[in-house]
């Protein structure tokens, strides 16, 4: 098992983080082409990236002088041409797969409710992630693009409007601070509405550093190209093993289609740690189908299975989940890890 090989390498500042490589592949393009364009120059860009990218993997040597790749180009870059046409899609909103097509130039027309501007209620060194994490640079972003009747942060999810709103100089400045301080990496938490200010914040970073996406993987398979060649490590919670349960407990329709979508994509950019909290009542319907697909088709991720589920916010509406889970529920899930030989957890997110 390899998991997070790359990503160890740069978080120690062996390696560079691969928006730093973006950011180092000169792409000419006119901000005001039509999209289609854009996304073509963008396609043709990401080819050039990924046979360095793939020729980088397979270097096992260290960069023992990160400060050499630190230098820009000029002209634009791969950053840049994913900024532009990110800033475009804010004006006809598919971010995630919701697709609401608004403008959130003007106004909070979407379902998330979230505008152009990004805030988020808090910023730290988070000590309670997974051990390969900590201390992390953790961002908790305001609002969401799901609606989990069990959400344990719903007074962040469910208000769009808390916190501080970004400026991306001033975060770019705070995370080169955090990292300074040890942070092993930046950790972007419910980021999909966001992906516009989180380019936006990396183009403004001087600091070397791993990007971590800790989300729903629920974007959409645009969003999903821009994040190619940006993000190091996918923290993707994996929720629901069927369309049904998604759209009871998160209001999320073709669920299953769309994250497992992302996985592969993910699973072909860069490194996974998958999350699968396992719910009460759900480790036939949901936990062991998820199992099974990711060791079918994802086999070599960071698997952790998380027991730490506790009834909040509007759970107690659905009594089949309005309790903690039982033992056998957890010995059940264990077995089914284990025997579709699966990494297990080594340390769970508090
Ligand atoms: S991020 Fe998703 S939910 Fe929010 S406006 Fe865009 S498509 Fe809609």
Redo the contacts with the bound molecule.
Sequence with gaps: MNALVRYQRISADRKPARFMIAKNTPVDFDRDAALSDLWELHDDAMCRFNRSDRSDRSDKSDNSNMSEKRDEPDGKSLLDLKIAIADRILEN????D???G?N?KKGKP???R?GAVSRYSSEFLHYGEEPELVPSHTVFFSGC?FSCVYCQNWEISTNPDLGMPILPGDFARIAAAKRGLGARNLNFVTP??HLHTILHILAKMRVNTPIVWNSNMYHSEEAAKLLCGVVDVYLGDFKYGNDECAKKYSNADHYWDTVTRNFLCAYNDSEILLRQLVLPGHVECCTAPIIEWVREHIPKVRFNLMFQYRPEYLAYRYPEINRLLTRSEETRARELSREMGLEMERGSPG
């Excluded at 909103?93 to 995630?96: D, E």
């Design positions: 909103c598919h971010f995630c919701r697709r609401c608004v959130r979407g379902y998330c979230i693009v999909t509405p």
